[in-house]
């Protein structure tokens, strides 16, 4: 192989070369010094960009929230227990039988309410009643 | 040494030794992370302090990836979640001019070159910088970036290459790299 160029010896140091051309480049920096050189450079450039020193002085770390002494599952089971009691309490509660008011119309006239001349009364006949 | 997934176990089970562990280890590099990203020290320390915050109350069932690329998820979104508050509600010309004091990157980034380099990777647009951030602080693998980006992976590497030559080619017009 010829020298690589600069640009493939750092793509090389960045491993951004597909895996061939990577196994040829670090084939040839197995015999070349002058390539291993400017390699060896190159990693340490690209090394010192991720390491910027940073005066930092440490604080506290936040605080360990307290956890509940109920583990999760039994949290969760009495969640799910409570949730049913209240569903079925509203689903009795709704389905509590109410007597159904029936409104009937009769139809037919009583005899009392046909006059004398045979004709029906027009006044409203309805009744409401229980069954 | 307790494996970072045990020591959170361990710490969502209350036990305060293993949480301060998990925080020692992993919170200075978050802060970088998340400062890289929305390009402010002090928010940096927020959304640190509020991914561990988080940590605490996510329920984890398998233990997918590193802890570091978990922990490094749930800061990233939720630094962009801000940057794109901030986007909305940049601050005045007024308050720009009015604050000459040092800021708060120079007090936390005290080392001349490392200050340059935070400030190369801040020039970066956003698109390069998060992939950047992600890869090299955030420890994330580009399979990782790509999902929790939404970018293919082919674009991310692509993003990653050019984010790093702009940064070296500025970087040697500054004197840092040679």
Known sequence: ?131 | MIDDWDCLDLAHGGDENAWRDLFERHYPSLVRMTSSITGSVETGHDLAQESFVRLLHVRIRHHTGTFKSFLSTIAYRLALKERSRHDSHPPSDSALIADSSPSPLELAIRDDTDRIIFQVIQSLSAEHREILTLRLIGGQSYEEIASLTGVPIGTVKSRMFYAVKICREMMKQRGVFK
């Open chain 1, 1 to 131: 192989m010829t020298h690589p160029d600069a640009d493939t010896l750092l793509k090389f140091v960045l491993q951004t070369l597909d895996e061939s051309e990577g196994s040829s480049v670090a084939e040839h920096l197995a015999v070349c010094v002058r390539c291993g050189d400017l390699h060896q450079k190159l990693l340490g450039e690209v090394t010192r960009l991720g390491q910027v020193g940073f005066h930092i002085d440490l604080p506290a770390p936040p605080g360990i929230p307290r956890r509940s002494r109920l583990p999760l599952a039994v949290s969760r089971w009495a969640a799910v227990l409570a949730i049913g009691f209240l569903m079925g309490y509203l689903t009795a509660q709704l389905s509590d039988p109410v007597r159904p008011v029936v409104i009937q119309q009769r139809l037919i006239p009583t005899r009392a309410e046909v006059s004398s001349s045979g004709f029906v009364s027009c006044q409203a006949i309805d009744a409401t009643t229980s069954p």
